[in-house]
């Protein structure tokens, strides 16, 4: 059975070639060139933001699956997920953000029981299933609100968040600062 969404979303998203900002790629790139020897905190800052609009777009500029990233790079880590599981749960994960993302499902993907899925999941990805959910739906905020007019409220349901208190408040929680003054800062950059 489906379950409707909390508040729903007034657009679909767009794919990431058909709104990727170029000039504030070009402005954050120059800000960075010009920060890297003075103040190296904003040019990491500046390219921090520069792979956070990019990392949804493969070089033809179609959207491409967001990948988790394994902890390990020789290949699967021992007591881990499976590349293929990996694969799986993350394109679930991508496809459903704005929507309620159940452990058990992911687990069930994996074909695995609930508690041996996030232990297998931390383990290869270093990170728990509901931090990874919440830092992809943070992200996909983030590239909503440099490349879109909507509200906050409208961006918070789009991610999967229950209101624009829910956003802001994790916002604040991982990122020091409210969404609204995070999005005026990047939106000057421009």
Do not use: Y
């Amino acid at each position: 059975m489906k379950v409707t969404p909390v508040c729903q979303r007034t657009q679909e998203v767009p794919p990431a070639h058909a709104v990727f900002p170029l000039p504030l790629a070009a402005k954050l790139v120059a800000d960075a060139d010009e920060a890297i020897e003075g103040d190296p905190a904003l040019a990491r800052a500046c390219l921090r933001q520069i792979a956070l609009l990019i990392e949804g777009c493969d070089p033809e500029g179609s959207r491409a699956s967001i990948r988790l990233r394994p902890v390990s790079v020789d290949g699967p880590v021992r007591g881990g997920l499976a590349t293929w599981q990996i694969r799986l749960v993350a394109a679930h994960i991508e496809a459903n953000l704005s929507d309620t993302i159940h452990v058990e499902t992911l687990a069930e993907i994996a074909r695995l029981s609930s508690g041996h899925f996030c232990r297998a999941f931390k383990t290869s990805i270093g990170e728990t299933p509901h931090t990874h959910i919440v830092r992809r739906r943070l992200e996909r905020a983030k590239m909503l609100m440099l490349t879109t007019s909507e509200t906050l409220s409208q961006i918070a349901c789009a991610c999967g968040l229950t209101d624009q208190a829910h956003l802001t408040r994790l916002f604040r929680q991982h990122v020091g600062d409210t969404p609204l003054n995070w999005r005026r800062k990047w939106r000057q950059a421009a």
